[in-house]
């Protein structure tokens, strides 16, 4: 919503929008073809990472505050096949940009964790 609304002032040629995948883990569920329809022609490059929720520290309320944790791109909250399908059938090809942010791995290793499977996903949808 925000996005398109910043945006539709403007033609594609003139902005452009990063799609966060990732960021939809701590919006809320969003249909994955909804959300690259209403701004596939100004998405010009997708970043795509792992996130799970989880309870984080109680609140002066006795609320669990909300946590986004790292994790790889399988393991996620979102079905990221579903983003992915959804950007391809949009006749989109963004370049997709790996974030991992897991503490327990080297860059390179979660570097190639990701492309490995990437590469396993984008050929079969």
Partial sequence: GLALNLCREFPP???????????YSREGAVR???????????????????GRMTAGPTDAFGSKEPLVQSCSLADGDLHLPSWLRAIRAAGISPPLLVEDYRPNMSGADRLTESATWLRKVLAAI
């Fill in 13 to 23: 040629e003139q902005i452009g929008v990063i799609f966060d995948i990732a960021n």
């Fill in 32 to 50: 994955p073809a909804l959300a690259v329809s209403v701004l596939r022609d100004y998405i010009d490059c997708c970043h795509i990472g792992g």
